[in-house]
């Protein structure tokens, strides 16, 4: 299957991925930026094929029931059981203590829509969860999937979010003008 994807993302549609990750990181945040489009699922869902490694994503348990349960749970999601008295970053930090290979893909910006500043819940998750972080930029302008080596976090969120930030300097979004300046 990974040579599949490989040749639909990079001969039929022209893309090249740059960087690598790692089969010895099996716990991480993977964070996808620019978020524009819901193009941006097809891509990531392309790339993660082309790379070759179990990708995963939370989302309301809601979702995981008939029709379409199993196939959210083939695609890598985890149900989010999310309790009156349990925050999201405590659930989500459970989900990485339970399963033994968890790398969590998730959109810093929240939306796909303009922003000035990244949501801090990928932040807070990877901290708890004592998982590095993964930048993982998606510029449209070049047609690369960017992969950054892991990042460990050194508690102080503005240094971190400046080290963070540096790898999205330039890329363009699905949407251009909805693209993040980093």
């Given at each position: 299957m990974?040579?599949?994807y ?37 891509i ?73 500043e ?18 993982v ?29 540096k ?16």
């Amino acid at each position: 299957m990974k040579k599949i994807y490989q040749f639909l993302l990079c001969t039929v549609m022209g893309w090249r991925i740059k960087g690598s990750m790692s089969t010895n990181v099996k716990k991480c945040v993977i964070i996808v930026v620019p978020h524009t489009s819901w193009v941006d699922f097809a891509i990531g869902v392309m790339a993660r094929g082309a790379i070759g490694l179990e990708m995963n994503f939370v989302a309301k348990k809601e979702l995981f029931k008939f029709p379409f349960g199993g196939y959210f749970k083939w695609m890598g999601g985890t149900p989010l059981n999310r309790h009156k008295n349990e925050n999201k970053v405590d659930a989500i930090a459970a989900i990485f203590r339970e399963k033994e290979v968890f790398r969590l893909a998730i959109a810093p910006e929240g939306t796909r829509k303009k922003v000035e500043e990244w949501k801090t819940g990928f932040y807070y998750i990877a901290l708890k969860a004592c998982v590095p972080v993964i930048a993982v930029a998606f510029d449209y302008g070049k047609k690369e999937v960017k992969l950054a080596e892991p990042y460990y976090l050194t508690g102080d969120k503005d240094l971190d979010f400046a080290a963070l930030k540096k790898h999205y300097e330039g890329v363009t979004g699905y949407v251009k003008e909805y693209s993040y300046e980093a």
